[in-house]
């Protein structure tokens, strides 16, 4: 099993440009997340989904979309980068809800300019 | 505001030695509190998971404890290996995760 996985590794955007990260899970997790990582604080919530089909914010949304069409993989988008945006994404993915035990992917490593 | 506040930021120890990382809360109510290790480059991996009635739990070398009262945790390391070197994140959970910011704990040989 992969576990998580997550496209890209890096990425390097200009301001305003558009991208879209990949999350995929071979658990069968019905719950998936995204967060964001920045120096010196803990993980922020961006937003998350309870199965296919479901979406919801957490705590720092904006400036991003998601959508999880197929159980297994759950897409973060940014419409218009903004170099506060800069920063390292992790995906996770949970059997049952957030208090259960979070699989991490390996992160992806995003810089606007 | 529920908050979870961890020390040191960082620690640096010789191979072989022990050490304690702290961390201290606000969240109520509380459901569990969780231990993750993040290599550098990587997501975190759950260590440990504590309930409200557990005061310690082991993982090989790691040992975790709570005090529900003072809303204290503490995780133990011992006789520390060089693949000890990562961060470690304390998770307290009500009904979402309030993650710390966790401690660079950096193992010198």
């Known amino acids: 099993n992969a576990g998580v996985t997550q496209t890209p590794k890096f990425r390097v955007l200009k301001t305003g440009q558009s991208m879209t990260l990949l999350c995929a899970q071979d658990m069968n997790h019905e719950y998936m997340y995204w967060y964001r990582q920045d120096p010196g604080m803990g993980l922020r919530l961006i937003h998350y989904?309870?199965?296919?089909?479901?979406?919801a914010k957490g705590e720092v949304p904006d400036g991003y979309n998601v959508s999880r069409l197929k159980k297994q993989n759950f897409l973060l988008g940014l419409e218009s980068a903004a170099p506060s945006q800069t920063s390292v994404y992790f995906c996770?993915?949970?059997?049952?809800?957030?208090?259960?035990?979070?699989?991490f992917g390996p992160g992806t490593r995003l810089t606007v300019l | 505001k529920n908050q979870v506040e961890q020390s040191p930021q960082s620690l640096i120890i010789l191979e072989g030695k022990n050490c304690t990382l702290q961390?201290?809360?606000?969240?109520?109510?509380?459901?569990?509190l969780r231990w993750y290790k993040q290599d550098t480059g990587r997501g975190p991996v759950s260590l440990t998971i504590m309930t409200f009635s557990e005061n310690t739990k082991s993982n090989g070398r790691y040992t975790a404890t709570l005090d529900a009262d003072t809303k204290q945790s503490s995780l133990h390391i011992t006789a520390s290996q060089l693949s000890d070197s990562a961060s470690y994140i304390c998770v307290v959970s009500d009904y979402q995760l309030i993650w710390g910011a966790g401690t660079k704990l950096i193992i010198k040989p």
């Open positions: 996770a993915s949970s059997y049952t809800g957030s208090t259960d035990t979070q699989y």
């Open positions: 961390c201290n809360y606000t969240v109520s109510p509380f459901s569990n």
């Open positions: 989904s309870v199965g296919e089909g479901t979406t």
